[in-house]
Protein backbone atom coordinates (compact mmCIF):
# COMPACT_ATOMS: atom_id res chain seq x y z
CA UNK A 1 0.00 0.00 0.00
CA UNK A 2 3.07 2.71 0.81
CA UNK A 3 6.21 2.64 -0.88
CA UNK A 4 7.83 5.91 0.43
CA UNK A 5 7.14 7.05 3.92
CA UNK A 6 8.82 10.21 4.97
CA UNK A 7 9.10 10.25 8.81
CA UNK A 8 10.20 13.89 10.20
CA UNK A 9 11.92 14.01 13.47
CA UNK A 10 12.26 17.13 15.65
CA UNK A 11 14.97 15.01 18.11
CA UNK A 12 12.59 15.13 21.27
CA UNK A 13 11.28 11.91 23.16
CA UNK A 14 8.22 11.03 21.68
CA UNK A 15 9.71 11.77 18.18
CA UNK A 16 12.22 9.10 18.88
CA UNK A 17 8.91 7.07 19.69
CA UNK A 18 7.27 7.40 16.04
CA UNK A 19 10.60 6.85 14.39
CA UNK A 20 10.58 3.65 15.69
CA UNK A 21 6.79 2.66 15.11
CA UNK A 22 7.46 4.77 11.78
CA UNK A 23 10.70 1.71 10.89
CA UNK A 24 7.96 -1.01 12.44
CA UNK A 25 5.51 0.13 9.61
CA UNK A 26 7.91 0.30 7.05
CA UNK A 27 9.57 -2.75 7.33
CA UNK A 28 5.50 -4.40 7.06
CA UNK A 29 4.87 -2.49 4.26
CA UNK A 30 8.41 -3.14 2.54
CA UNK A 31 8.76 0.90 2.16
CA UNK A 32 11.76 2.91 2.28
CA UNK A 33 11.87 5.45 4.51
CA UNK A 34 13.28 9.01 4.21
CA UNK A 35 14.19 10.93 7.51
CA UNK A 36 13.48 14.82 7.94
CA UNK A 37 15.23 17.49 9.64
CA UNK A 38 14.00 21.23 8.97
CA UNK A 39 16.50 23.30 10.56
CA UNK A 40 15.04 27.37 10.22
CA UNK A 41 17.03 29.75 9.31
CA UNK A 42 19.15 31.41 12.11
CA UNK A 43 17.18 35.26 12.34
CA UNK A 44 19.77 37.76 11.53
CA UNK A 45 18.11 41.25 13.27
CA UNK A 46 17.83 40.92 16.68
CA UNK A 47 15.49 42.80 18.42
CA UNK A 48 16.09 46.19 20.02
CA UNK A 49 18.26 48.60 18.72
CA UNK A 50 18.62 47.37 15.25
CA UNK A 51 21.66 45.36 15.32
CA UNK A 52 22.76 42.92 12.79
CA UNK A 53 24.48 39.74 14.31
CA UNK A 54 27.61 39.12 13.19
CA UNK A 55 27.78 36.95 9.69
CA UNK A 56 30.31 34.66 10.96
CA UNK A 57 28.47 33.92 14.61
CA UNK A 58 25.71 33.73 12.32
CA UNK A 59 27.27 31.09 10.00
CA UNK A 60 28.69 29.47 13.02
CA UNK A 61 24.74 28.47 14.59
CA UNK A 62 23.93 27.46 11.42
CA UNK A 63 26.64 25.02 10.98
CA UNK A 64 26.10 24.00 14.89
CA UNK A 65 22.24 23.42 14.00
CA UNK A 66 22.86 21.19 10.39
CA UNK A 67 25.23 18.95 13.03
CA UNK A 68 22.65 18.56 15.26
CA UNK A 69 20.29 17.73 12.83
CA UNK A 70 22.26 15.30 10.56
CA UNK A 71 22.59 13.33 14.31
CA UNK A 72 19.00 12.93 14.61
CA UNK A 73 18.73 12.03 11.64
CA UNK A 74 21.71 9.11 11.62
CA UNK A 75 19.86 7.98 14.51
CA UNK A 76 16.69 7.01 12.09
CA UNK A 77 19.34 5.53 9.72
CA UNK A 78 20.69 3.50 12.63
CA UNK A 79 16.96 2.24 13.70
CA UNK A 80 16.18 1.33 9.89
CA UNK A 81 19.56 -0.86 8.94
CA UNK A 82 18.96 -2.76 12.12
CA UNK A 83 15.24 -3.10 10.81
CA UNK A 84 16.75 -3.52 7.09
CA UNK A 85 14.36 -0.71 5.80
CA UNK A 86 15.52 1.35 2.41
CA UNK A 87 16.77 4.76 4.23
CA UNK A 88 17.20 8.36 2.63
CA UNK A 89 18.31 11.27 4.63
CA UNK A 90 17.02 14.56 4.17
CA UNK A 91 18.20 17.49 6.19
CA UNK A 92 17.06 20.58 4.71
CA UNK A 93 16.41 24.57 5.41
CA UNK A 94 13.12 25.57 5.42
CA UNK A 95 11.16 28.49 6.40
CA UNK A 96 8.99 27.03 9.02
CA UNK A 97 9.28 23.09 9.77
CA UNK A 98 5.58 22.15 8.67
CA UNK A 99 6.31 24.21 5.24
CA UNK A 100 9.46 21.80 5.42
CA UNK A 101 7.71 18.45 5.87
CA UNK A 102 5.25 19.21 3.12
CA UNK A 103 7.39 20.18 0.64
CA UNK A 104 9.88 17.15 1.06
CA UNK A 105 7.24 14.57 1.45
CA UNK A 106 6.07 16.31 -2.75
CA UNK A 107 9.78 16.45 -4.04
CA UNK A 108 10.34 12.96 -2.54
CA UNK A 109 7.09 11.78 -3.81
CA UNK A 110 6.34 10.25 -0.80
CA UNK A 111 3.02 8.20 -0.49
CA UNK A 112 2.53 8.81 3.34
CA UNK A 113 3.90 11.26 6.12
CA UNK A 114 4.91 9.08 9.45
CA UNK A 115 4.96 11.83 12.24
CA UNK A 116 5.12 12.67 16.26
CA UNK A 117 2.55 14.79 17.73
CA UNK A 118 3.64 16.33 21.21
CA UNK A 119 -0.35 16.49 21.90
CA UNK A 120 -0.04 20.39 23.48
CA UNK A 121 -3.46 21.41 24.79
CA UNK A 122 -5.31 24.47 25.55
CA UNK A 123 -3.10 27.73 26.03
CA UNK A 124 0.14 26.13 25.81
CA UNK A 125 -1.27 24.86 22.05
CA UNK A 126 -1.97 28.31 21.06
CA UNK A 127 1.39 29.33 22.08
CA UNK A 128 3.64 26.91 20.51
CA UNK A 129 1.19 25.64 17.77
CA UNK A 130 0.92 21.95 16.37
CA UNK A 131 3.49 21.55 13.13
CA UNK A 132 1.53 18.40 12.97
CA UNK A 133 -1.73 20.20 12.58
CA UNK A 134 -0.12 22.19 9.91
CA UNK A 135 0.74 18.89 8.30
CA UNK A 136 -2.16 17.90 8.15
CA UNK A 137 -3.76 20.88 6.87
CA UNK A 138 -1.16 21.25 3.89
CA UNK A 139 -0.47 17.76 3.16
CA UNK A 140 -1.83 16.03 -0.48
CA UNK A 141 -0.56 12.87 1.16
CA UNK A 142 -2.11 11.24 4.20
CA UNK A 143 -0.52 11.85 7.18
CA UNK A 144 -0.11 9.47 10.37
CA UNK A 145 0.15 11.69 13.55
CA UNK A 146 1.73 8.87 16.41
CA UNK A 147 1.42 9.81 20.07
Known amino acids: MFKHILIPTDG ?3 SAKAVKAGIAFAKQAGAKVTGYHAV ?10 GYVADKAMIAEFERRRRDAAKKRIAAIAREAAKAGVRFEPLVEIARTPYE ?3 AAARKRKCDLIL ?3 HGHRGFSRLLL ?3 AD ?3 QL ?3 PVLVYR
Open 129 to 131: GSV
Open 115 to 117: MSS
Open 40 to 49: EPVPTHLYGE
Open 134 to 136: KVI
Open 139 to 141: SKV
Open 12 to 14: SAV
Open 100 to 102: GIV
